[in-house]
């Protein structure tokens, strides 16, 4: 797919698949795309050119979309007059979802005993949470979520770790968009590298990482092209 706006490319002519039961990792420079991609892929930017398919069907299409895709794109959305339960019922009564869904995902991502609270009083790691449990409420098949450590304590980090685990190995299928790499080189078992607009590398860690030190030296090295910013090495003379 792709995506102009007058006569700039934002995204060009990038084609990719995201299998089940493996976590894919979605990495580049600022600019590079990512954003634009993944709102492409949920609907909310319609491509110039191209499409994005679900198991075959477009997303738009979906009568109960949540039950399909899950997705956390900013969590700082929620209104923060409601309380996490009253969010998470009406999600689920605007897709049909049952009631007991609620208590379950506030269970899975560990709100359960702030979950009456209004959410304006709730940290960011906390809102990533509660993002988090918006995007399992579903139960869906196919989860995207992006910068989802963003705010997120140690602790969170690890929890989320394991639960992506988790997930993978429920057979999900998992695209993870994120700026670090490091957290990256921990939970993915595949990566989508993205630059200027193109895609750069579609390969499994093993494969991207082959001949470099470390997931950061594959990363820069493929990168290097595609970065708009960089600051002069050595100090101010």
Request: net charge positive.
């Amino acid at each position: 797919m792709s995506k102009r706006y007058g006569g700039s490319t934002v995204v060009d002519a990038v084609t990719f698949d995201v299998r089940p039961g493996r976590v894919t990792g979605f990495l580049g420079p600022n600019g590079a795309g990512k954003s634009t991609t993944i709102r492409m892929l949920l609907g909310l930017t319609t491509p110039t050119a191209g499409r994005v398919t679900f198991d075959g069907r477009s997303l738009r299409l979906m009568e109960t979309p949540l039950r399909e895709v899950g997705a956390l794109l900013d969590a700082a959305t929620v209104h923060g007059g409601r309380t996490a339960h009253a969010h998470l019922r009406w999600l689920a009564a605007s897709n049909g979802l049952p009631k007991h869904r609620v208590g379950e995902v506030l269970g899975r991502t560990g709100l359960e005993a702030v979950a009456g609270r209004r959410v304006r009083g709730y940290s960011l790691g906390m809102r990533q949470r509660l993002g988090i449990a918006a995007a399992l409420l579903g139960d869906p098949p196919v989860l995207i979520l992006d910068e989802p450590v963003n705010g997120l304590d140690p602790e969170g980090v690890h929890w989320f770790r394991t639960l992506l685990r988790d997930l993978a190995a429920e057979g999900r299928t998992l695209l993870v968009s994120s700026h670090l790499i490091t957290e990256m080189a921990l939970v993915a078992d595949h990566l989508l590298v993205i630059g200027a607009g193109r895609l750069l590398a579609d390969q499994s860690i093993q494969e991207l990482t082959r001949g470099h030190a470390t997931l950061e030296d594959a990363y820069f090295a493929v990168t290097a092209a595609s970065t708009q910013y960089r600051a002069k090495q050595g100090g101010a003379r």
